[in-house]
């Protein structure tokens, strides 16, 4: 006896705005001044006008104060959604990975080697991300529900590099040259100063254990 074939189970629909809670939207807040940050950036190097370094610079701060927001707003509300650990590992690559990247570039540190390095410094703060999100089950306490340290110092901390860039700027060493001026090695320019992206980022994916906050 033929028993009839069961329906296809019709796909789930997924409600994307419905799905956000509070303080997925302070992470996207995160990511809107990221992507504002490399928008600025790019309009200085068009433009070469002051202000819109300042503005891509100061977006970073900004974001840095959403993503400290949105885990306390989760945590205080108790409410947090499906997306919302990948919401902030995205916002988190752009704002704390690309945009420092983007202003490192805009400021001068333009050599081949430099490039180099900027690339590899967004490449860590990836991995960073990717590593957590792997190993945060792993590195929860039990007890309290949550994690207890970093592995690698956190992508956020890239933000110390946008405040030396900004100190640097008012102070008049990033022009007409960055400061340290620049060396050529094997036909390929290098700024000195690039090589803070290269500290910061090797410090994301070393095992160094820093506690959380």
Sequence with gaps: MNLPEAAPSK???FSLIRSFVFADFLTLGNGFCGSGSVLAAMQYLVTGEDRWLVIAMALLPVALVFDFADGRVARWRHRSSALGADLDSLADVISFGLAPA???FAVG???ALDVVILLYFVACGISRLARFNATADALTDEKSGKVKYFE???????????VLLGVLHFCGQLAPAPWLGSREIGGLVLHPLTIIYALSGSAMI????VPKI
């Excluded at 690698?152 to 946008?162: A, C, K, N, Q, Y």
């Excluded at 070393?206 to 254990?209: F, K, L, N, P, V």
């Design 152 to 162: 690698g110092t956190p992508i956020p901390t890239s933000v110390l590099i946008v």
């Design 206 to 209: 070393s095992t160094i254990r």
């Design 102 to 104: 983007a202003l490192g």
């Design 11 to 13: 796909p789930r629909r």
């Design 109 to 111: 540190l333009r050599g």
